[in-house]
Structure formats: C-alpha cells, structure tokens
C-alpha cells in the first residue's frame, strides 16, 4: 500500500507533481524520520522536468533518500 503500483512494464506511470500527466522518468525515494522506521522508502515519481522541483522540496526537508531512474528502480527488488 506504500508505493505506486507498477504491476506491469507497459503501463505508463505519471510525474507525482500536481497537474502534471508527463509519463515518469525517475523515482524519487524518501523518509520521513519523524512518522517513518529508517529502512522505509516512500516514493514519489517524476518526469525529466519535475526532478529538480521534488527532489528540492524533499531534500529542504532532510526526507529525501535517493533518485533513481524508473529503469533502475524496476530492475532492484523492493
Ligand atoms: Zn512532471
């Protein structure tokens, strides 16, 4: 219930930023110290444009983990 559901390779996933429908590129993972155990990711998908802003607004926040690309992200087991 924590992450996106990816079920299938061909389905198009959409950008996280409001009011964006730009398929996403890259997956945003974060933590939240305050509500979240330290190994727990949540994720946040962006386009090519979106990247910058989301990984700003969680990086300010001290939340944000790693960006990885959609690819990357499919291809390790979480
Ligand atoms: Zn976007």
Do not use: Q
């Amino acid at each position: 219930m924590n992450t996106p559901e990816t079920t299938a390779e061909t389905d198009t996933v959409i950008c996280s930023a409001k009011g964006c429908r730009a398929p996403a590129v890259w997956v945003l993972a974060w933590n939240n110290p305050k509500i979240h155990t330290p190994e727990r990711r949540k994720t946040w998908l962006a386009c090519e444009e979106h990247r910058e802003h989301l990984s700003k607004f969680l990086g300010m926040r001290g939340f944000l983990k790693d960006v990885v690309t959609l690819e990357e992200w499919s291809a390790t087991d979480h």
